[in-house]
């Protein structure tokens, strides 16, 4: 028997998911947070999860986690003492940014925050042309004063970004081993970490991996110690590209841990699109403070190489200028500020808004009793009957509805001359169509019809608001897979190892030589068979994806198409340029195919493939799940133990199913049923069923 | 009531629709467009509008274009009256037909769902050039005649049908016409976007529901305006404040003569009177504003003090409690055919500026000091000996944001009624024969108070060798500082100096043409902004931290803020930051 483990590290809880490799069964477990040395969480949840399944370390495959290390410490601005080493002029490229301000008219705004300030800003002479010829070489004399510097001031780690280094990384590796010989401390080159143009993204790329570097790398170090005292395998670390990489891998380029998390959501959302037989699915993962959404097509998610750290709270759609950028491929999530724990107000116009605050863990909603004053979203769901006083949070919390009642009577109801029921159905309808809207971002804004979709909903609200998006987008479908609450955690153990290369090479479609582009791309494939190597992954699990970055020759921004031939030749080129008009015509509704198409960048994407995995959470081999009724939304329908539905079990709405960790609104005109791998299917009833 | 309160839910939802339309715009503007004005620097505004012309919605983009393009929509709805259907297009760019100024050219779709009109998608955008006798269109003339193109409301497409021969004419009068055809393709594109955003809200909840909604998001702002303006106190304020120049050699002593913009700001319950009496006359060169131009320099001020979080969605509704009042002919209130193209962001920045000036005599915490106040724009054109191409460059380069009440200012970063971003070093090498030496930030340039000013930026370009162009300037803030609020000092001022091959450096005036020998220099310091209160109230931590940081040195600590042993405040700081 063979076991995978994921391990996501949460803010609050480190959830645990096991899947037995054979049977596709699953399991959960989970221990409080250890913020301040993550390790101890992570081996108590482990041991709990081993003990309570019987596992030995020696039947663990593969081990597997996603840590919020590298996000907190940008978000909590507590990185390493790092410097930056720029072309002699260009100090301040990292606080020029685009210069752009993130809001039009606040007037008490901040200025965007620096990771490295001014006073670890550092230059050297030094001069590339953009066609990357040398106009001024290095400045040799300059590199022992600048180590000296740099050990005084006892730096921590060091990026280097020198203008053009895109073209010719030859003065950034001069300095860069002069650094390291002199110097204990890891040094990112941006040519290494991101070769690609425009200086303020690609410096602030680099800077970023300096910052984080050092204590991902101790972070790494004693998670390891602590799986190696459970005699487990060495532990996988979930990219934000959706892939897992080794912990060495993660130290040389930092800034592919940061979307960690959430990642893994998406990617266990594509193990259940596989399985389902859904390979067009939109997922919906909603937790306590944020919402969540995603496109897979066809099986597959998609990336987005825009990024912004810590960028506020808006839609990941634009870049707001207030975070800073990351130029990896990261899976494109659109983010919304509404949870659970979002507070519902009325501005001062009578107008009703829900967030962007949120209540959180602590006081957490009216109803909890722990506090909280505010009302919430789950206050509104628990008003009209989605939740259920007694069930919520699996009973072991004493539910307040009196004070709930009073809270939106007092700030809603009130001045929006509305009853509670009504404010409260208000505050829902509000915040689901904040959450369509995100989920519009990945579907309409990028040319897919949400009708073509269907919906998958986890986190531990999501099932609650699933039905009601579904209906707002005219979807007609939506799958519940089973542990909703540590589902993410699925998608650790069923992820490929993976890392992505980029080569910036500015070619016409017209002009190019594909020989030029064959062996950039071969290039690229040595380097990722050697990352493959050092995991050891056999020859037969290995697979290399091509893909390229294409535009129009003057604009700026560039839409991203495979270039699957084996070859690239000729022939390619012209299949990628046809390609692209296509891309951009579903994208932006028009081409301009009499124009010649610009290549500005190759990526490849080198995999080790993990063996598929299925899920499974046996259903109850019979029985009566019913187990009560109540009023939703005005209308009597009955409450159902979700453990309790045997496979085929169907129950139209109204009516609600519970578990422990979630709880799944089924509104009337739709038709929920359990399949035979524990999923819970929805289905819109056409008029008059 | 009004009919929304009984349906709040389904308000805020159209309300936010309307709001993501415009965001959405300009998505598929900046990811589409050619040229660099456009796609990296975002010199553009996108917007929603009612059937009357009245804005319901602004993208997130420019605050100079809040206030005037309300008029451009309506210059298309007064000269189509009822004649506007589906399929149709309208294009125009004429600041005396509801423009700005010519480069800017505004895109009038309007929406239709199952023939009902729903209104409009409007988008602005700043075309790099629009003919005239100096590349980028930016040249110090006495008349609009010589400012490039003139386009009235006309129609470019009618039910879908191309104009070909008003396309034709357009290409054949501006430079680089390929990237400007590009341009305008995105233009339509994304106005296409937003109409059919709106007709998928009116499919969802009717056409004339949708209607009521888009009236009652106006109306909704109108209300949060006033509500805000109520809670704050009455009073007046006057300030004055003098420009540059025109562009225009005709003072006595052979100089761009300065001329003064006056304002008096009454507020009185929940309204307010921005009244320029005093202003002078209109001046020979491009430094007259339409009215809807200083118009929208003073909404961008106010709506910032009003309402600083920025919680107020910005349409129309915002400046219904707001008047304001220009002498005809002034240079605030201007009469054809008097030039404009450097008013149109030169004096929206000023008066944008002196609202909080005005303000600051009844309402200290709720104002900044002057920013940077200009665009700072360079424009360089010619033929790359790279390629033999023509080519127009034109950039802004920031300076200052002013400081406030409780917190500095911001080093360079865009302010005011601009939000424009800077092209980056790499793409614009790539893309124009020059090389920039240094883009930094100019220490000292911040005026001292007790919150700081923010410092500007110093720049220097140099054209490639065989690169010969044709540049032109246009700024603001060259003689006249940027003023500092409540003992605040002022910020440094800015200076533009061209040095060709042989070393002879010459200073250039704040606006006009002038030319640039292959291997020459040009280098540009952006003005600081204003520090608010008296510098000698200022923490002498932060002064410490300034000095570790470079955004201060010893000798301007010691000047500025009279400070005897600068050293030992470095030295802390130092000590701290270990």
């Known amino acids: 028997m063979t076991w995978r483990i994921g391990v996501d590290i949460g803010g609050t809880f480190t959830d645990v998911a096991l899947v037995d490799d054979t049977t596709g069964n699953i399991g959960v477990a989970k221990a409080p947070t250890t913020p301040s040395d993550f390790a101890q969480g992570v081996l108590t949840a482990l041991s709990q999860a081993m003990e309570r399944y019987s596992i030995k370390p020696k039947d663990v495959g593969l081990l597997s986690h996603a840590t919020t290390v590298v996000t907190n410490a940008i978000l909590e ?73 740099l050990k005084a001031d006892r730096v921590e780690a060091v990026a280097v970004s020198l203008l053009f280094s895109f073209v010719n990384p030859s003065h950034e590796r001069e300095l860069g081993k002069k650094l390291s ?3 204990d401390v890891p040094i990112y080159l941006s040519s290494e970490v991101l070769p690609e143009i425009r200086e303020f993204e690609r410096t602030s790329t680099t800077a970023i991996c300096a910052y984080v570097g050092p204590i991902l790398a101790s972070y790494l170090k004693r998670l390891e110690q602590a799986t190696e005292s459970l005699g487990l395998p060495r532990m996988y670390v979930m990219g934000s590209n959706g892939g897992v990489f080794e912990a060495s891998e993660g130290v040389a ?90 507070i519902a107000w009325v501005d001062a116009a009578g107008g009703i808004r829900v967030g962007p605050k949120s209540a959180g863990a602590e006081p957490g909603p009216v109803c909890y009793g722990r506090g909280g004053t505010e009302p919430t979203v789950t206050d509104c769901n628990l008003i009209l009957g989605n939740l259920d006083a007694n069930s919520l949070l699996g009973g072991e919390m004493q539910i307040n509805f009196a004070e709930a009642e009073a809270a939106i009577n007092e700030k809603l109801a009130k001045p929006l001359g509305l009853t509670v029921e009504g404010a409260a159905a208000a505050v829902i309808d509000v915040v689901n169509h904040a959450m369509a809207e995100a989920l519009k971002i990945v ?80 290039e690229m494939e040595a380097e990722g068979a050697a990352m493959l190597d050092r995991a050891g992954m056999p020859p037969d699990r290995r697979q290399f994806e091509r893909s390229l970055d294409a535009r129009y020759a003057r604009q700026s921004y560039e839409l991203n198409v495979s270039a699957s031939k084996e070859k690239f030749d000729a022939a390619a080129l012209a299949e990628v340029s046809e390609a692209f008009h296509t891309r951009h015509k579903q994208t932006y509704g028009h081409d301009n195919r009499t124009e010649p198409v610009q290549i500005v960048s190759l990526r490849l994407s080198a995999i080790g493939k993990i063996p598929s995995l299925a899920i499974r959470q046996s259903p109850a081999s019979s029985g009566d799940p019913i187990k009560g009724t109540r009023l939703m939304r005005g209308m009597n329908g009955p409450v159902l133990d979700r453990a309790k539905m045997p496979s085929g079990y169907t129950v139209e709405g109204p009516a609600a199913i519970e578990s422990i960790e979630s709880t799944i609104s089924v509104p009337k005109g739709w038709q929920a049923g359990m399949d035979g791998d524990g999923f819970i299917r929805l289905l819109r009833l056409e008029e008059g069923q | 009531m009004s009919s929304y309160i009984q349906d709040p839910a389904t308000f805020e939802i159209v309300k936010n629709s309307l709001y993501k339309i415009a965001e959405e715009m300009r998505v598929v503007l900046a990811k589409t467009a050619y040229s660099p004005i456009l796609k990296s620097a975002g010199d553009y505004s996108c917007g929603i509008f009612d059937c009357a012309g009245d804005m319901v919605a602004q993208g997130p983009d420019l605050p100079i274009h809040l206030g005037s393009m309300p008029d451009a929509v309506r210059a298309v709805v007064k000269a189509f009256d009822k004649d506007v259907h589906e399929g149709d297009v309208f294009i125009h760019n004429d600041p005396y037909f509801g423009g700005s100024h010519l480069p800017d050219v505004n895109i009038v779709r309007p929406a239709f769902y199952e023939g009902v009109h729903l209104g409009f998608a409007c988008l602005r955008a700043h075309w790099p050039d629009i003919g005239s006798a100096t590349p980028g269109s930016y040249g110090a003339v006495t008349e609009i005649y010589g400012e490039g193109l003139r386009l009235p409301p006309v129609r470019l497409y009618s039910k879908g049908e191309l104009n070909q021969a008003l396309e034709d004419v357009i290409l054949a009068n ?56 109520s809670e704050l106190p009455d009073g007046e304020g006057y300030f004055e404040d003098f420009c540059d120049g025109d562009g225009i050699v005709d003072g006595p002593n052979g100089e761009d003569a300065p001329f003064w913009v006056r304002m008096k700001v009454t ?21 007259n504003a339409a009215l809807s131009v200083s ?70 915490d709720q104002v900044m000091a002057c ?69 930094e930030i100019q220490p000292d340039s911040g005026g001292a108070g007790k919150f700081r000013g923010g410092n500007g930026a110093r720049r220097r370009w140099r054209m490639l060798e065989g690169a010969a162009a044709t540049g032109a300037l246009c700024m603001e803030r060259m003689t006249s500082p940027p003023f500092g609020l409540m003992g605040g000092d002022p910020g440094i001022t800015a200076s533009v100096t061209v040095t060709p091959p042989d070393g002879r450096a010459q200073t250039l005036p704040s606006k006009g043409a002038f030319s640039v020998p292959p291997g020459a220099i040009i280098d540009m310091t952006t003005p600081g902004s204003g520090g608010y209160g008296f510098a000698a109230e200022r923490d002498r931590a932060a002064i410490g931290r300034d000095l570790l940081d470079g955004y201060l040195t010893e000798e301007a600590a010691r000047k500025f803020y009279a400070i005897e042993d600068p050293e030992v405040l470095l030295k802390v700081a130092k000590e701290e930051d270990q």
């Open chain 1, 77 to 149: 601005e507590k990185g390493s003492r790092a410097a930056v080493i720029m072309t002699r002029g260009f100090r301040d490229v990292l606080e020029l940014r685009r210069s752009a301000r993130p809001d039009l008219y606040d007037l008490f705004q901040d200025a965007p925050a620096t990771l490295i300030p001014r006073r670890r800003r550092f230059e050297i002479t030094e001069r590339l042309s953009s066609d990357g010829s040398v106009i001024t070489d290095l400045a040799q004399n300059e590199i022992d004063e600048l180590i000296a510097v």
């Open chain 1, 181 to 183: 010989e002199a110097l």
């Open chain 1, 253 to 342: 380029m930092p800034a592919m841990a940061v979307e960690s998390g959430p990642a893994a959501g998406v990617v266990a959302a594509s193990l259940a699109a596989r399985q389902a037989e859904r390979p067009n699915l939109l997922t919906f993962d909603m937790g306590g403070t944020t919402a969540k959404a995603s496109l897979i097509r066809d099986g597959v998610y998609e990336t987005t190489p825009e990024y912004e750290v810590a960028g506020g709270a808006s839609a990941n759609r634009w870049m707001n200028g207030s975070g800073h950028p990351i130029r990896v491929p990261v899976i494109d999530l659109a983010e919304v500020s509404a949870g659970g724990g979002s």
């Open chain 1, 443 to 522: 579907s309409v804004e990028r040319g897919h019809d949400p009708r073509d979709f269907t919906l998958a909903a986890f986190g531990g609200a999501g099932p609650l608001h699933a039905a009601a998006l579904a209906e707002e987008l005219g979807m007609t479908e939506v799958i519940c897979p089973p542990i909703p609450g540590a589902f993410s955690a699925l998608g650790l153990v069923g992820s490929d190892l993976k890392r992505d290369y980029v080569r910036t090479v500015y070619l016409r479609s017209d002009l190019a030589e594909p020989q030029i582009i064959e062996a950039a791309y071969q």
């Open chain 2, 174 to 229: 501006v430079r680089t016409p390929d990237e400007r055809k590009g341009d305008l393709g995105s233009q339509l594109a994304a106005t296409l976007r937003a109409c059919d955003r709106l007709a998928s809200l009116a499919e969802k909840y009717g056409s004339q529901r949708l209607i009521a909604y888009m009236a009652e998001v106006i109306n909704y702002s109108d209300r949060l305006m006033r509500a805000a303006l």
């Open chain 2, 267 to 287: 507020k009185s319950e929940d309204s307010i009177v921005v009244d320029f009496e005093g202003s002078d006359p209109q001046v020979p060169g491009p430094m």
């Open chain 2, 295 to 364: 118009a929208s320099g003073v909404f961008c001020g106010l709506k910032t003090a009003i309402d600083p979080n920025s919680l107020i969605p910005p349409n129309s509704g915002c400046w219904r409690a707001i008047t304001v009042k220009a002498p005809k002919g002034s240079v605030v209130n201007c009469e054809f055919p008097a030039p404009v193209v450097y008013s149109n962001h030169e004096m929206s920045h000023r008066t944008a500026d002196m609202v909080m000036g005005a303000l600051s005599q009844f309402m200290p």
């Open chain 2, 371 to 439: 920013s940077q106040g200009t665009s700072a724009v360079l424009t360089l054109g010619g033929v790359d000996p790279r390629t033999g191409n023509r080519y127009v460059s034109y950039e802004t380069i920031k300076g200052g944001f002013g400081a406030r009440p409780n917190k500095d200012g911001i080093n360079v970063i865009a302010s005011g009624i601009s939000n424009t971003m800077n092209t980056p070093v790499e793409v614009l090498e790539m893309a124009f024969p020059v090389r920039v030496e240094h883009y």
